[in-house]
């Protein structure tokens, strides 16, 4: 069959148009793009590049006449862009306002030095544009410009978009300099981040520093893009950030060679692969490893691979996106993966990519031209250019461009110096197509032209053609082509693998139960798709789209399964959607986030992260709220809600107690606001889903009875007699035991038995506690209270209480007192002001800044192996007369004064940080980052960032030096902390806040953020969400909004006016299942009589998305996996877990637990709290596990098994392994058969064999305390 053949020539307005250059030697058409959606109308722009100037055409519906003037351009249908047409593209939207942008590169511009080169980012906007604008009027705000970096780089030889790369939500760019100086005789293309805003007019590249973006060195010197470019190569190994790819087509076989074989270039491509962080400022393509990318190399003479790059898009619509790249006399395409690239184009075998044989000059991803659900690419050749169709499989290893026969491509004769997709222009569904030809002479030599293409059927099967009225156009039960028209059409296919468009109408599409179509697409209306059947939506995501409701039409038990995205992908246009049904029939939402918004009118409204789902109220629903608890689902086995008595306020302060008798399980305090505070234990289970504080008797915990408001403020004060028990700290304010309000604080001591339902803090002696008195009346000493770690590192732990109404610098300047712990000799009683830097110390605010309001451990935040302090001064109007801040104290080992002024911190003794809002609030973080240095969060629910008094919380990483005397918390960009901002007005996020521990299991801290002005259920019933600790990827600011259940969760209140979330706290691991726990403290609740307050326990688990595959019961499990990923939570009892591969989750619970691993692809093994866990390695084969690769992998682990399964095990340790595998013990046992091996590793002493086992003690000078290593006398112990 003959190659299908398109002359530009009949280009009629209907099927696409023309553009010619306004004079000779312009060469109108040397670059050519899509400029995406510049205006915001819905369709896709064009841009065209000539000598000097660009070119913006706007999309439209229709009207298109055969050939558009740039003179008619008068900003309502486009504009023109004096200064620069060398290079263009579409931007995508760099500053993520919604309008997508442009960038022209400049290469000759002498801004910089003769020839540096320069870029122009012009920004979209939704109107306003002049017929005509000057690149040389950009100032910041309507667009930028980069200059490059030296005299001679010229810099915007090439320009791209480069996709999001670093995953920040805003768009990147890509701009090549091809003679940059970096390297003799070699170029540098530049990554710049896109970001929302605080452009300057001008950016020299020289200045990208990996946190703004970074340059990319070619390969050798000799390596020069002089004819190829730099582009998006969309998501090529599918990890969720945009790649790069740059051709090279200079790259020489011999290089010593480069001036006498100059016609032997091979040339070679590279991509990269977008990462969330870690970027340097500049990196060289030869140092790409496999996690960094890949090259693509030609072995082949003069093949000049390189000559021109792009995404192709999906062309086989697997998932991942594609490359296509140029050489002297073909083209390659190079399917995407996850891993494992091939480097040789030579091996492209139709599986992993094919050949296209035929000159490319130019190649680009043309989008879906045909409508046929693949994307499709475009090669252009001197005056001819082929289009590729996409299809799902059966590609052959080459194939030749004059063989295309209609099915699988076709020929554009007329123009193809410059190619490119031009998006969808004139909205009809189908992608259209831009090819510049600079060399025509329309209006003189070499003005040029330009020719946008119309994508739609370029094979003539269609046989339902629609009409500009209403159409009801009915199909056969074999494949067949939907073309609706202008009206509101319905099509209805019978079976078959139906290609259905719609048109400009609001269009309804019915397969019924024929799920076996090829593609739907709506077409620009508000369209409607009938099915009949169960559907799930994932299963059509790539197939399906502009779709905006969806009809079940079966007999009343049709199923809809859906998530978020898979919704969102079916409309460009809307992200509400309609869903229609029966009684009877059901809608299903897999792990989203949905909200009940109840009903109105005949549908139930549900929303999720700004989409809204209308499903009429006849059709059940099913659409749980992932990542969201509601505390009054608590149960007992995930957690439990504790009562007070009536009008006792009971939450009004809540805190993790530690553990105060030694059991094993950390234990919680209640604080009352009227008198009473309540201590719970924990225990490993039988937890009753609501408890009466009223009900304990002394073994279950007790309460304490103190002066005025004794429960106003309460914390764990960790071991300040270094007894081994925990001990409490509570504050009272209003006592007048040395003055009138001069305040007192309270300090318990833990011990393992014999606690009475009752105690009066009035009974501390000395020996069960004692009491710390303010120092002046109205000092209000005893306000705020909390451990404070040990602050001098003598081994014993410390407390710190706030006096915000002290006045030693002046009237309400407030002090924080930090008390020193010691091994004995405490008296009843102890007056503050006998502080005198031996015993403790006192830090003093400003005047009316309040200092000591809140006050709380923060932790070792620089790393000096010291705890730290942080004290908040709710009112220091440092800043502005609202301000508020927070100071830092270091702690050290000695030569504290008796005294010390807040304002004298110099960033070596600590640090102040400023808020623009006053009455914040302050905890430790702990280390939300794992970088080894404890954090702290601010929170300020004043704030009206997200309307007023939504609220904002502030995390500030620590670090090991480089502090400054201050810092202002707007200065946050996600590398140093970041910003969560609370959702709604009034929501007062901030209220309370505090480290969460680790509520996942994944190794990173967490924090909790109070909320108790939300309104989940009712007004002010209160919300309060935790956060997830990562490794880096921490945006500078994150709504709180955006939390489901991966990166957060939500805790709502049970009913209106709770306040659930005055008060949040980490529990520790109340029921010893590995997992901390969390603590939120409902102070109005009335369960027990008005405001009687309620604290609810909720508990750690290792995921609030998945569901756990295997949970475990209070009795002894025995849970078999498979070999998929899976997840093993074990209960109580002594649980037996058998994973069979893949990269299984393993929690021991309480008991003694063995976890058993075929292989060593598990991604946890944690035995949980028992004394006893065990760790087996199964399978067949020889399995050789390195415990130092298997940090942060395997923890609590007593027992090491080598005889799970057949082969040879081989175990590698040095004594650090051993003390890191167990909390609770220093030993290891190891056992196994004859012809397994233990490898030690460092010194390690011979104790002789005793029991069965070899008994090897390590040297405990070189590690923290010595560890002990028992092996099996059948095994054989190496000593490496």
């Known amino acids: 069959m003959a190659v299908p053949i398109i002359n530009v020539s009949i280009l009629n307005g209907s099927n696409g148009f023309r553009l010619d250059g306004a004079k000779g030697s312009s060469s109108f058409g040397r670059s050519v793009s899509t400029a995406g959606d510049v205006n915001g109308d819905g369709f896709d722009d064009v841009i065209i590049g000539s000598s000097d100037t660009s070119y913006v055409v706007f999309g439209k519906a229709s009207g298109f006449d055969a050939t558009l003037g740039l003179s008619s351009l008068d900003g309502s249908n486009g504009f023109r862009l004096d200064g620069a047409g060398h290079s263009v593209s579409g931007a995508e939207d760099v500053n993520g306002d919604g309008f997508d942008d442009l960038i022209i590169g400049s290469p000759s511009s002498d801004l910089n030095g003769d020839f540096s080169g320069s870029s122009y980012v012009v920004f979209g906007k939704n109107s306003g544009f002049d017929a005509t604008m000057n690149l040389s009027s950009l100032d910041g705000n309507n667009g ?42 070699s170029d540098s293309s530049y990554i710049v981040f896109g970001k929302n805003s605080g452009f300057d007019a001008t950016m020299n590249l020289s200045s990208l520093d990996g946190n703004n973006g970074f340059r990319l060195d070619g390969r050798q010197g000799g390596d020069r893009t002089l004819t190829s470019l730099v582009s998006n190569a969309g998501d090529i190994n599918g990890d969720g950030f945009d790649d790069l790819i740059i051709g090279d087509p200079f790259t020489n076989i011999d290089f ?51 000559k021109s790059v792009s995404s192709a898009g999906d062309l086989n619509n697997d998932g991942f996106s594609d490359v296509i790249i140029s050489a002297d006399d073909r083209v390659y395409v190079v399917f995407g993966k996850a891993s494992g690239f091939t480097t040789d184009l030579s091996s492209l075998d139709g599986i992993n990519g094919f050949r296209l044989d035929g000159r490319g000059f130019s190649v680009s991803g043309a989008g879906d031209v045909n409508g046929d659900g693949f994307d499709d690419v475009i090669i252009g050749s001197s005056d001819t250019s082929y289009v590729v169709f996409g299809k799902a499989s059966g590609f052959d290893a080459t194939l030749g461009l004059s063989s295309l026969d209609g099915s699988n491509g076709f020929r554009l004769d007329g123009a193809g110096h410059s190619v490119s997709g031009a998006g969808d222009v004139n909205g009809d569904g189908f992608d259209d197509l831009i090819i510049g030809s600079p060399g025509s002479y329309p209006n003189g030599i070499n003005s040029g032209s330009s020719y946008v293409i119309f994508g739609g059927d370029f094979i003539n099967e269609t046989v339902y053609l629609g009409t500009p009225g209403e159409d009801n156009l009915i199909g056969t039960p074999v494949a067949e082509r939907f073309e609706a028209g202008d009206g509101n059409d319905r099509m209805t296919g019978l079976g078959g693998a139906d290609v259905f468009h719609g048109g400009a109408g609001n269009d309804t599409i019915v397969i019924g139960t024929n799920f076996d179509f090829q593609s739907i697409d709506g077409g620009t209306g508000a369209d409607t798709l009938e099915f009949a059947g169960n559907l799930n939506l994932a299963d059509f995501r790539d197939t399906t789209k502009s779709i905006e409701t969806l009809k079940l039409t079966g007999s009343g038990q049709d199923i809809l399964k859906l998530t978020l995205p898979d919704l969102l992908s079916l409309s460009d246009t809307t992200t509400t959607f309609t869903v229609n049904g029966n009684g009877g029939d059901r809608v299903i939402g897999l792990k989203s986030g949905w909200k009940d918004g109840g009903i109105d009118g005949n549908y139930h409204i549900y929303t999720n992260q700004g989409t809204v789902l209308r499903v009429n109220k006849f059709v059940n629903t099913d659409l749980p709220e992932a990542g969201v608890i509601n505390l009054a689902d608590l149960n007992g086995e995930n957690g439990f809600r504790l009562d007070g008595a009536n009008y006792d306020h009971s939450g009004f302060s809540v805190s ?27 225990q490993a289970s039988g937890f009753e889903s609501t408890m009466n504080l009223s009900s304990l008797h002394g073994s279950n915990g007790f309460r304490l009875n103190g002066d005025g408001h004794s429960g106003w403020s309460v914390s764990s004060a960790g071991d300040i007699n270094a007894d081994g028990f925990d001990d409490l700290i509570i504050g009272v304010s209003d006592p007048h035991l040395n003055e009138n309000f001069s305040g007192s604080s309270y300090v318990v001591f833990g011990k393992n038995s014999g606690f009475d339902a009752t105690m009066d803090l009035s009974s501390l002696d000395g020996n069960n506690g004692f009491r710390l008195d303010g120092v002046d009346q109205f000092d ?48 009843a009683t102890m007056d503050l002001s006998s502080l005198d830097g031996s015993n403790g110390f006192r830090l ?8 000591g309001s809140s006050v709380s451990n923060a932790g070792d935040v620089n790393g000096d192996g010291f705890d730290d302090v ?59 980052n794992g970088d080894g240095f404890d954090d702290v969060i601010i929170g300020v629910p004043p704030s009206g960032l997200n309307g007023r008094s939504s609220g904002s919380s502030y995390v500030v990483f620590g670090k090991d030096s480089g502090f400054d005397a201050t810092m202002d918390l707007s200065s946050l960009d996600g590398s140093n902390g970041f910003r969560l901002d609370g959702v709604a007005v009034g929501d007062f996020s901030g209220r309370s806040v505090s480290s969460a521990g680790d509520v996942n299991g994944d190794g990173f801290d967490d924090v909790i953020i109070g909320a108790d002005g939300a309104d989940p259920f009712g007004n002010n019933s209160g919300s309060s969400y935790v956060l997830f600790g990562k490794t880096s990827g921490f945006d500078a600011v994150i709504n709180l909004s955006n939390l489901d259940g991966t990166n957060g969760i939500r805790l709502d209140g049970a009913a209106k006016d709770d306040n659930s979330g005055r008060s949040v706290s980490s529990a520790g691991d109340v029921n010893g299942d590995g997992f901390d726990d969390l603590l939120v403290g409902a102070p109005e609740a009335d369960q027990n009589g008005s405001s009687s307050g309620s604290s609810y326990v909720i508990f750690g688990r290792s995921s609030f998305v998945d569901d756990i595959d295997f949970p475990g019961t209070p009795g002894d499990d025995i849970f078999t996996g498979t070999s998929a990923a899976e997840i093993f939570e074990a209960g109580d009892g002594n649980d037996r877990m058998i994973g069979h591969g893949g990269a299984d989750v393993f929690h021991g619970g309480a008991g003694n637990d063995r976890i058993r691993v075929s292989d060593l692809s598990f991604q946890l093994a944690d035995g949980g709290s028992g004394n006893s866990d065990v760790l087996s390695l199964g399978g067949g084969g020889n399995l050789n596990l390195d415990l130092a690769d298997a940090r942060g992998k395997i923890s609590g682990i007593e027992i090491i098994y080598l005889h799970g399964g057949s082969g040879d095990k081989t175990l590698t340790l040095n004594a650090t392994d051993v003390l890191n595998l167990s909390d609770t013990s220093n030993t290891l046992k190891v056992n196994g058969n004859e012809g397994d091996r233990v490898i030690l590793q460092g010194d390690w002493a011979d104790g002789g064999i ?18 002990v290593l028992l092996v099996g006398i059948n095994l054989t112990a190496d000593f490496a």
């Open 256 to 306: 010593d060679s480069y001036y006498s074989h100059y016609s032997y270039f091979s040339g070679t491509s590279y991509v990269v692969f977008g990462k969330a962080s870690g970027f340097n400022a500049a990196m060289n393509l030869s140092s790409l490893e496999d996690s960094d990318g890949f090259s693509l190399t030609s072995e082949r003479l003069s093949d000049y691979v390189g």
């Open 870 to 928: 942080i004290v908040n001064a709710p009112h220091a109007a440092l800043n502005n007369h609202y301000s508020s801040s927070s100071y830092v104290i270091f702690g050290k080992a000695s030569g504290f004064d008796a005294t010390m002024n807040l304002s004298s911190l110099d960033g070596k003794n600590g640090f102040r940080l400023d808020v623009a809002w006053n009455r914040s609030v302050n905890s430790a973080a702990g280390d939300v």
């Open 656 to 682: 993790g107690a530690g553990d105060i008798n030694g059991d094993g399980f950390d234990d919680v305090i209640i604080g009352s606001r009227n008198h009473p505070t309540y201590v719970v234990f924990g």
């Open 1250 to 1267: 005793q029991g069965g086992f070899h008994i090897y003690t390590s040297d405990a000078a070189a590690s923290p305390e010595a560890a």
């Open 144 to 185: 930028f410009r980069l200059d490059g970096a030296e005299q001679g780089d010229q810099s915007g030889t090439s320009v791209s978009n480069a996709g999001d790369i670093n995953g920040d939500g805003f768009d990147d760019l890509i701009v090549n300099a091809s003679r940059s100086t970096n390297k003799p005789l």
């Open 780 to 827: 209000r000493s005893g306000d705020s209270v909390s451990g404070a770690g040990d602050v001098n590192g003598d081994g014993f732990d410390d407390v710190l209480i706030g006096a915000y109404s002290a006045d030693p610098n002046g009237d309400y300047s407030g002090s924080s007192y930090v008390v020193f712990g010691k091994a004995s000799g405490f008296d």
């Open 844 to 851: 003093d605010g400003a005047k009316s800044e309040h200092s």
